[in-house]
């Protein structure tokens, strides 16, 4: 090694980025999800809406954040096919439960059970 101040300066740079990757991925994940998560689902429902529905989006909107930890957020959108009818979806969530969970999933009303 010819420069040791080089190296030291990119091994602190790259222990940066990971330690920040990390936190914005686990611990961090609201923050994270702030700034990724919508993006990441809105994606996410334009994957599934073409590959499953056939159709095109025509306006779709996401939270940001997954309040409930289940790895999903709650979508809404219209198709070009149907403009007039929205629909309700989850799709998964920005952060390590988004890179486990992938694409959409239709919502099922939570009923308390006896």
Same mark, same amino acid.
């Given at each position: 090694?010819? #420069?040791?101040?080089?190296? /030291?300066? /990119?091994?602190?740079?790259?222990?940066?980025?990971?330690?920040?990757?990390?936190? /914005? *991925? =686990?611990?961090?994940?609201? *923050?994270? @999800?702030?700034?990724?998560?919508?993006? %990441? $689902?809105?994606? @996410? /429902?334009?994957? !599934?809406?073409?590959?499953?529905?056939?159709?095109?989006?025509?306006?779709?909107?996401?939270? $940001?954040?997954?309040?409930?930890? #289940?790895? !999903?957020?709650?979508?809404? !959108?219209? =198709?070009?096919?149907?403009?007039?009818?929205?629909?309700?979806?989850?799709?998964?969530?920005?952060?390590?439960?988004? %890179?486990? #969970?992938?694409?959409?999933?239709?919502? *099922?009303?939570?009923?308390?059970? #006896?």
């Amino acid at each position: 090694m010819r #420069n040791p101040k080089l190296f /030291l300066i /990119l091994f602190f740079v790259t222990l940066l980025i990971v330690v920040s990757g990390a936190f /914005l *991925v =686990t611990a961090g994940r609201t *923050v994270g @999800q702030s700034i990724f998560g919508r993006d %990441f $689902a809105e994606g @996410q /429902l334009k994957d !599934y809406v073409a590959a499953v529905l056939k159709q095109e989006i025509n306006g779709a909107r996401c939270q $940001a954040v997954d309040t409930d930890g #289940n790895g !999903y957020v709650s979508c809404d !959108y219209t =198709t070009t096919a149907q403009p007039n009818t929205p629909r309700s979806i989850e799709c998964a969530a920005w952060g390590l439960d988004g %890179f486990f #969970n992938r694409g959409c999933k239709t919502r *099922v009303p939570g009923f308390p059970s #006896n």
